[in-house]
């Protein structure tokens, strides 16, 4: 206990520097009040990225703010770029990445002339309990008419465990050496070999080997104006070997994407894939061998009709079916099979992005059966109506959205007896109404209602089928916020939710609850010095859990919480972040007395203090160094006899620091890579009738990391 108490010292004069004074910050930019409630947590840009406009841009392109984020630092694209290539391939903006990467080595898609591109990555890392080292490869020749290309993966993983380590290594390689007729047609002969091999000191090792020998066909048409096609055709033999069976035959793969383009009045696009194999398999401990036959085809479509006009039409289809054959120990064949359909048609409304309504109708179709001596099926049926829509008038902002949905699903092998069937109904209504009152005050309404039944019936004589049940939701929540300028803003809300669980069978009420929920909340943030900003959040809530028929059940828990956040930048290059958690929760049963009222008692307390900073300091744009220490504290108390007593307490102790490299290796290469070391002290002490029963303190003290180096000629 006395080394967490040293450890925790070290937070002191952290906490201390922040208050200096530092030299400029930057603080959240007020925006619009439709964005005014969005999540504007500051963002350090140290990829060279901005996301200025983040949360209009996904509104229009009906994409979560974190999704377009999160693909604008995984490719290092700009959100301005990513847009751009999404409209000039014609694909959806996170199919961008996919989309490049697979037509990087597309024959088809290269320049003519002579080209001799190398690409290689190499990844080590090492954890506490395992290390990895990936290296990967990718070739590309083209002179003249000639091609060959070749992607080469090569990944060891160490698992330790006790006195045993465990080896698992994936290795795949696939070429394709061809003869390019200009920019349309390519024909080759193409092959994938991938291994998998596993040791482990406590279990037999186990591996798998794959080898296919392919003629490939690829082409790449355009017939008429606005319509594209890619075809590509792959087939040959097929040799699997792994510990559960061997399978030697013929395979095959068919994929296609057309897509058509009529101005701005029509857009298609439709993807497919066939694929299959006919082989003659057998189980490794059996002489004997069974044709079994592989195949799946998957279908996507999407439609536009008059995506910019004020009445538009878009649309999407989906279909795959899946059959998957293997041989049984009993000599039997075991089939798998798999559907799925489905479809969608919106109709929209659209005068401008603040006036606009959509009706959305969607159905799906699913279907999993297994063949291996008895049937054994699923199937689950849905169907769905959606309207969304916003309007404003005279500042008045109004988004709202209505949502009916069925489900029907049989489960009728859930066992020898028989299974059931599931029916499920759900609709909900919300709304949310926004206005700007001032230049400075945003103020916004949300209230929403919702209820789900599930009925469920019998399929041959199942014992114990669910309970049938209604779940009824309401709540509604006022938020106003206060923009004085960029050095302070704050806002306060006020949430009330109601929930009900309502099971159908009589034997089932006494489960039935009612939950009434009440939440505040206040936040601030205030620049105190041009570099340092300081963030607070103050919430408090009760939840009344109610048993309709067994009040002596009923229970109250109460939720008291703040957290202060001191974020200073000292310069460019230097950064202090500290955070305080402080929440308490106590709880108890509350009774109906013979007055009228009901009274509280507590029965427990729970308090939670947590004390966590984060320091980074950056030398040069090649490396920079951090330093993550966090304290935490628990307590829970009890109440015996009228008098509180306590029942645990627990300390941690919790430090991670490092250096990571960001260095560039001339023009073609580029180092990345992280090491850091993490050390983590826990102890914890409990009561037995006041009596304090200590246990041992227990450390984990060790190093990771990862060290990546990419090279590209």
Do not use: C
């Not at 007020?30 to 504007?40: E, P, V």
């Not at 989906?318 to 293997?326: A, D, G, S, Y």
């Not at 689950?380 to 404003?392: I, K, P, V």
């Not at 008045?396 to 049989?410: E, H, P, R, V």
């Amino acid at each position: 206990m006395n080394r967490l108490r040293r450890l925790s010292l070290l937070l002191v004069p952290i906490a201390l520097g922040v208050l200096s004074l530092v030299s400029p910050g930057r603080s959240q930019e007020a925006g619009g009040s439709r964005f005014a409630f969005s999540d504007t947590t500051l963002l350090r840009d140290t990829l060279g990225l901005h996301f200025t406009g983040l949360f209009p841009l996904s509104d229009s392109l009906q994409v979560p703010p974190d999704t377009l984020r999160a693909l604008s630092i995984r490719y290092l694209w700009s959100l301005q770029r990513l847009v751009h290539l999404a409209d000039s391939l014609g694909v959806p903006v996170d199919s961008v990445g996919p989309v490049m990467d697979r037509e990087r080595f597309n024959p088809l898609a290269a320049a003519t002339g002579t080209h001799n591109d190398f690409a290689y990555n190499s990844t080590y890392s090492i954890g506490q309990t395992q290390s990895a080292w990936r290296n990967a490869t990718d070739y590309g020749f083209t002179a003249g008419s000639v091609f060959v290309r070749n992607s080469t993966t090569i990944e060891l993983d160490r698992y330790h465990a006790g006195n045993g380590t465990s080896l698992r290594q994936t290795r795949s390689s696939a070429t394709e050496l061809g003869w390019r007729f200009g920019q349309q047609l390519s024909v080759g002969s193409r092959v994938n070999l991938e291994r998998f091999d596993s040791r482990d000191p406590s279990v037999a090792s186990v591996g798998e080997s794959k080898n296919e020998y392919q003629v490939s066909l690829r082409s790449r048409l355009k017939p008429l104006p606005g319509l594209s096609s890619d075809i590509n055709f792959l087939s040959g033999l097929l040799d699997v070997e792994n510990a559960s069976l061997e399978k030697r035959g013929a395979s095959g793969n068919l994929n296609a994407r057309i897509r058509y383009s009529a101005g701005s009045w029509l857009t298609q696009e439709v993807n497919g894939t066939v694929d299959g194999n006919l082989s003659r398999t057998r189980v490794p401990t059996e002489l004997e061998e069974s044709n079994t036959r592989d195949h799946s085809q998957n279908v996507r479509g999407t439609i536009g009709l008059f995506q910019s006009a004020p009445v538009g039409l878009k649309g999407s289809f989906t279909f795959r079916h899946i059959q998957v054959e293997t041989p049984s120990d009993s000599g039997d064949i075991r089939r798998v099979l798999t559907d799925n359909t489905g479809g969608d048609a919106t109709l929209r409304l659209h005068l401008d992005n603040d006036r606009y309504v959509d009706l959305t109708e969607r159905t799906a179709l699913s279907k999993q059966a297994t063949v291996s001596g008895q049937l054994s099926r699923n199937t689950r049926q849905e169907d769905g109506f959606t309207a969304s829509g916003r309007y404003t008038l005279r500042g008045f902002a109004l988004d709202a959205n209505f949502q009916n949905g069925f489900a029907n699903s049989t489960f009728p092998t859930r066992s020898d007896s028989g299974g059931y069937g599931e029916f499920t109904h759900n609709r909900s209504v919300d709304g949310t109404l926004s206005r700007q009152l001032t230049t400075r005050i945003n103020t916004r309404f949300t209230a929403s209602i919702g209820l789900t039944s599930y009925r469920y019936f019998l399929i041959g004589r199942y014992p114990t089928p669910p309970v049938s049940r209604d779940q009824w939701r309401q709540s509604w929540r006022t938020e106003t916020s206060y923009t004085q300028s960029t050095r302070f803003n704050s806002a306060v809300a006020f949430e009330v939710a109601k929930n009900r669980l309502i099971n159908i069978p009589s034997a089932s009420t006494g489960t039935n609850t009612n939950t009434r929920s009440y939440r505040a909340e206040w936040r601030w943030t205030y620049q105190l010095f041009s570099g340092l900003t300081a963030t607070q959040r103050n919430t408090i809530s009760a939840d009344y859990l109610e048993y309709p028929f067994l009040p002596e059940n009923n229970r109250l828990t109460l939720d008291y919480g703040a957290v202060t956040t001191l974020n200073a930048v000292f310069s460019p290059r230097f950064y202090v972040n500290v955070t305080h958690n402080s929440r308490q929760t106590p709880g108890g049963n509350y009774t109906l007395y013979p007055d009228g009222l009901y009274y509280f008692g507590r029965a427990d307390d729970s308090k939670n203090y947590t004390l966590a900073a984060t320091i980074g300091y950056a030398p040069s744009p090649a490396i920079s160094f951090t330093a993550e220490p966090t304290y935490f504290a628990s307590d829970r108390t009890g109440v015996v006899n009228g008098a509180e007593v306590p029942q645990r307490a627990s300390r941690s102790l919790n430090f991670s620091g490092g250096a990571n490299i960001n260095y560039a290796i001339s023009k073609n290469g580029m180092l990345r890579g992280d090491i850091h070391r993490s050390y983590r002290a826990d102890r914890s002490t409990t009561y037995s009738s006041g009596v304090p029963t200590y246990s041992p303190r227990s450390e984990i003290d060790f190093w990771n990391g990862s060290l990546q180096l990419s090279w590209h000629i």
